[in-house]
């Protein structure tokens, strides 16, 4: 039985003669068997510290709307929190 290997998706490059040095110094360095693991390995944790990154600055964002809208708002309290203070108070008091 034949095994047919995806190779996936095809990027290609251009860099300068001394960032290509660099980067197979690197990848021989790193261990990684080939150059073209090496550059998808290291592109790869890259990629995915960026979106992460992204990602928590996104939901810090929102957590501030949300904060800055609670706080500044004019709404009134619901009767769950009313009662919860009440309790509290009492606890307290």
Avoid: C, W
């Amino acid at each position: 039985m034949e095994t047919q290997v995806n190779k996936g998706e095809r990027i290609e490059l251009r860099v300068s003669a001394a960032d290509k040095r660099m980067f197979k110094r690197a990848q021989k360095i790193s261990g990684d068997k080939s150059f073209s693991s090496f550059i998808v390995r290291i592109l790869k944790q890259q990629a995915e510290e960026i979106v992460a990154k992204n990602d928590r600055i996104i939901a810090s964002e929102k957590d501030r709307e949300v904060f800055f809208d609670a706080v500044f708002s004019h709404a009134q309290p619901n009767q769950q929190l009313v009662e919860a203070a009440k309790r509290y108070k009492a606890q307290k008091g």
